[in-house]
Nanobody
Framework: QVQLVESGGGLVQPGGSLRLSCVAS????????MDWYRQAPGKQRELVAIIISDGSTNYADSVKGRFTISRDNAKNTVYLQMNSLKPEDTAIYYCHADGFRGGWNTRTRFDSWGQGTQVTVSS
């Protein structure tokens, strides 16, 4: 199993900033994509940002110019820097990763989710 643990959520005022972190652990051989999703009450889970192993990124239109995704491959960690936060950014933010676990000759695919971290933007 590959476990993902998020941190960094909390309560922030509109216009404020937060930085989320997600650490992957377990028998990791390689990680391909690392993503952030979010789910607001009564809404479907949506993709916020993705970064793949070569550093390429993509963002939901609603967060472009405000959020930045990055990763530290040596630490198996992905970050989401969120600036200029709005009340509509309020949601549970989930980390997701896929790749391979195990050894060179025994590697198998993994697809894992974190438990989520609450982000609330309110005055």
């Amino acid at each position: 199993q590959v476990q993902l643990v998020e941190s960094g959520g909390g309560l922030v005022q509109p216009g404020g900033s937060l930085r989320l972190s997600c650490v992957a652990s377990g028998s990791i051989f390689s990680i391909n994509g690392m993503d952030w999703y979010r789910q607001a009450p009564g809404k479907q889970r949506e993709l916020v940002a993705i970064i793949i192993s070569d550093g390429s990124t993509n963002y939901a239109d609603s967060v472009k110019g405000r959020f930045t995704i990055s990763r530290d491959n040596a630490k198996n960690t992905v970050y989401l820097q969120m600036n200029s936060l709005k009340p509509e950014d309020t949601a549970i933010y989930y980390c997701h990763a896929d790749g391979f676990r195990g050894g060179w000759n025994t590697r198998t695919r993994f697809d894992s989710w974190g438990q989520g971290t609450q982000v609330t933007v309110s005055s």
